[in-house]
């Protein structure tokens, strides 16, 4: 499964914010850790609060921080703000053996991103 640059971005800031706990992040910020553009990571921002995910506060001392806990928070809630396959939908019974495959494959996948929160996901060491 590939993920937009997006979808991308959105985690790496969701996870900024995760570990930030209540202290502000900026898009500047984020964007300058993960070499990202600014103005792309602010729109990923400004997504994941019209989504409800995240909060921003304007001013000198403003940014974004996670609207809930990193604990109640999963990949999946982020990756659906970004990836049109991951969003919740009306099941539709796929037709040919490879749609049927790649319906299973879907279903795996979002049940894996429901399965790890922020919290989980900040904590895990990278090898």
């Known amino acids: 499964m590939n993920l937009t640059k997006s979808s991308r ?15 502000p992040v900026t898009a500047a910020d984020v964007a300058r850790r993960h070499g990202a553009p600014e103005a792309v990571v ?17 001013g000198s001392n403003g940014g974004y921080r996670l609207a809930r806990s990193a604990s109640s928070v ?10 049109q396959e991951l969003a919740d939908g009306d ?18 996948a ?10 989980t996901l900040s904590r895990s060491p990278l090898s």
């Open 42 to 58: 602010a729109k990923v921002l400004q997504r994941l609060v019209r989504a409800g995910l995240a909060v921003g506060t304007r």
């Open 110 to 119: 979002r049940y894996t991103f429901a399965s790890v929160s922020l919290e």
């Open 74 to 83: 999963t990949v999946l809630d982020v990756l659906r703000v970004f990836e």
């Open 9 to 23: 971005y959105a985690l790496l800031a969701a996870l900024e914010m995760a570990e930030a706990g209540q202290r």
């Open 91 to 108: 099941p539709t019974e796929p037709g040919t053996p490879l749609d049927r495959l790649m319906a299973e494959v879907t279903d795996g």
